[in-house]
């Protein structure tokens, strides 16, 4: 393998033993010859990787022959030893790899043991010297650069360990640039539509404003040229994950996010970072609560940088990151652009502050039998606090603290969790929203028959990873009962408006819509909306501006007949479980008026949301009779908050009220439901033949037992033969 070109390259640094870099390459090709890797290619290409990424990341000679020399201790058994690289390479170099050489010979008596001691080994050669975790980063770097080669099963359990132990070391380390290109990776083999549809927006918003960071870069020179400021500059647009984990974690739309384009400016002093801070600031206007101060109140991993938002052309705003060169080399490689080994500075008093906490992580290496002391430090100074659990074969499932075996069965697989139908942890049957706690081993129970995820599972899960295969199944499986919401959300917000509009307008109103998110069609659009992928809150000022263009602002207003729907608030949505799901759009039927408390049944419209009434209603009766609607009535109950009147609705209810028909009685009836501080919404008055009369009145309340108080109330007019509940 020629690698004349990466000699040459290390010859032009100052402080490389190029001769001994060469040595150590013709060694690793020598023990790994005839060795392939998965993608058929010499296996030596994945050392001479490693060795270039070292390379940029600025390590010494000794890491660099490290690099090439990581494998060959596990791979070469037969060939090579330690002691034979101690005599070859020297003492140095023999610690570094004996560091990064995997324990595969180590008999542990639990899963847990293993991955605990593992971890533990691997902070223990970090502490003892730092370059063993750089070059193990640099290892798995290419190992996912190169993962299109592997197996699906083993594409996702690489990727979900980079993404759960490898990007979160990377960041805590302060390298952002192999921390991002992990989460990147890691995401496109964890969800492959969602990292394509990231790109696919990507491509499209940059496209469509290809010339705007020129433009914006030019502008800001000019401004940092009128201060005599010396300052490079470049732009970039933000990274794949970045973009996924604010859509998806945060429920964001892609026009929402504001710090899609970033400018960074590298100085040459801190002065000159808030000089150039006040410049950028006099020519563009900044989005208050978007500045951040990092050089005054540097992140944890060292991180220093000023951070501010401001609205470019168009009204498109982008983010600026301002710092010096020292600041810029240690925002890309962190603790490693502190490594002072080519200089022979090997004692480095900052550094050493810098990693104190894994010198604190391993405070508990006195006590090697007690893991979980070792873990549960280790956990909440480096993984935000996970939880390590176990699959009944014994794999490590990650999953964030606090999460239930919901958050586990999505974590195996989609199908797995859309299957799922109870669980089992450490063989013992458990409710499906049971928080997990590290160690244990759950099994997961599935149904061939189950019709996938109730819509309460949104509120139990703590994952995004299962809460967004929860709100995928429904944008996909659910998408008829998705699209009648959808339409049913549109048409109530576009009635806000309060101008009369016809269907074929509202048709273009939604299409034009549609057209401006780049959904294909207006059923999409209304499938994201029914799903939950898209709020129509959020979209109100787009729906309101297609509004005002398309409906003439002299339309008449369309008569108010239905200004009794307008008492409704969000909360009737949460008022009633419709098929075990909670929050459909329902509306209560007139033709009943049920009431919390009654026994109900519900009804799919076509178009208006699902259709509740009382189970002994007439219409409920026939149409569970009449076989083309069936399949149309579904089962529906109160949630308890309707039952417990914590929900912010009143109800309708009618009353028969058999009177004598005296002059007074309309009075005396209105005067005693209003001392009762009862809302009448209607009276009719039908008389009799025999002096007598019967009123139709609808009232206001909040459940069952306030009507049966303000039946037995009414009984007690001397003019009042009868009261019971009635329909329209």
């Not at 197996?151 to 993404?163: G, N």
């Not at 978007?290 to 005054?296: E, V």
Request: glycine fraction near 6%.
């Amino acid at each position: 393998m020629d690698i004349s070109g990466f000699l040459e390259k290390i010859s032009r640094i100052d402080g490389y033993d190029v001769a001994k870099i060469k040595k150590a390459y013709e060694y690793a090709e020598q023990m790994h010859e005839g060795q392939v890797r998965k993608s058929g290619e010499p296996y030596i290409i994945h050392p001479i990787a490693v060795a270039e990424i070292v390379v940029e990341l600025q390590l010494d000679t000794a890491s660099v022959c490290a690099a090439f020399l990581h494998d060959t201790i596990e791979d070469c058994s037969e060939k090579t030893s330690l002691a034979v690289l101690r005599k070859e390479f020297g003492q140095e170099i023999a610690d570094i790899v004996d560091g990064l050489t995997k324990l595969v010979h180590i008999p542990f008596e639990t899963k847990e043991d293993e991955s605990i001691e593992n971890l533990r080994k691997m902070f223990l050669a970090m502490s003892k010297d730092i370059r063993v975790i750089f070059i193990k980063l640099a290892d798995r770097l290419h190992n996912m650069r190169t993962l299109e080669y592997r197996s699906e099963q083993k594409q996702r359990s690489i990727a979900l360990e980079t993404m759960h132990v490898y990007a979160p070391l990377a960041h805590r380390l302060g390298m952002q640039r192999i921390k991002n290109e992990f989460e990147n990776l890691a995401l496109k083999y964890l969800d492959p539509i969602g990292y394509e549809e990231v790109v696919l927006d990507t491509e499209r918003r940059y496209g469509e404003q290809a010339d705007f960071l020129k433009a914006a870069q030019e502008r800001i020179c000019r401004l940092l040229d009128e201060y005599n400021i010396k300052y490079t500059i470049d732009g970039r647009v933000k990274s794949i994950y970045s973009i996924y984990r604010k859509m998806y974690n945060q429920n964001k739309s892609f026009d929402e996010i504001y710090d899609f384009y970033a400018i960074r400016v590298i100085v040459d002093t801190e002065l000159a970072c808030y000089a150039s801070l006040g410049a950028i600031h006099e020519g563009f206007n900044s989005i208050p609560g978007r500045f951040k101060d990092y050089i005054s109140t540097p992140k944890p991993n060292m991180y220093r940088s000023l951070h501010t938002t401001v609205i470019g052309r168009d009204g498109v705003p982008f983010e600026v990151q301002i710092r010096t060169k020292e600041m810029h080399l240690i925002a890309e490689y962190g603790v490693a652009a502190h490594w002072k080994y080519k200089s022979g500075e090997q004692g480095n008093d900052s550094l050493d502050k810098k990693l104190q906490w894994v010198r604190t992580l391993l405070e508990t290496e006195k006590d090697p039998d007690d893991p979980e002391e070792f873990l549960r430090p280790l956990k909440i100074d480096l993984f935000d606090d996970e939880t390590f659990v176990f699959t009944p074969k014994g794999d490590v499932v990650s999953l964030p603290n606090g999460s239930n075996c919901i958050d586990f069965a999505y974590a195996i697989h989609s199908a797995v969790g859309n299957k799922m139908v109870g669980a089992k942890v450490n063989g013992n049957i458990v409710p499906i929203d049971y928080v997990l706690q590290t160690g244990q081993i759950v099994e997961v129970l599935t149904s061939a028959s189950s019709k996938g995820p109730s819509r309460d599972w949104l509120k139990l899960v703590r994952s995004s990873e299962a809460r967004n295969k929860i709100r995928q199944f429904f944008k996909k499986e659910m998408r008829a009962e998705n699209i009648i919401i959808g339409k049913y959300e549109i048409e109530r917000e576009l009635k806000r408006y309060g101008r009369h509009f016809t269907e074929a307008q509202k048709n273009e109103i939604v299409k034009n819509i549609s057209q401006r998110l780049s959904l294909p069609s207006a059923d999409d659009l209304y499938n994201n909306i029914g799903y939950g992928g898209m709020s129509v809150s959020k979209m109100a000022a787009k729906l309101k501006d297609e509004f005002d263009r398309v409906v003439s602002p002299n339309t008449v207003e369309e008569p108010k007949v239905e200004k009794k729907y307008e008492r409704r608030t969000d909360d009737i949505n949460q008022s009633v479980i419709v098929d075990s799901v909670s929050g459909c759009q329902v509306k209560f039927a007139k033709c009943c008026n049920p009431l919390p408390g009654d026994s109900i049944i519900g009804f799919i419209t076509r178009g208006f949301g699902v259709s509740i009434h009382k189970y002994d209603c007439p219409n409920a009766t026939k149409g569970l009779k009449n076989p083309s609607e069936k399949d149309r009535w579904v089962v529906a109950s109160w949630t308890r908050k309707a039952l417990d009147k914590a929900i912010n609705v009143d109800f309708e209810a009618t009353l028969n009220i058999h009177v004598d028909f005296t002059p007074t009685v309309l009075a005396d009836i209105t005067v005693a439901l209003s001392e009762m501080k009862i809302r009448v919404t209607s009276i009719i008055m039908k008389e009799q033949t025999d002096g007598e009369a019967i009123m139709l009145t609808t009232v206001r309340c909040n459940g069952i037992e306030q009507l049966k108080m303000i039946i037995n109330n009414l009984k007690r007019l001397k003019s009042i033969k009868e009261v019971k509940r009635g329909y329209v």
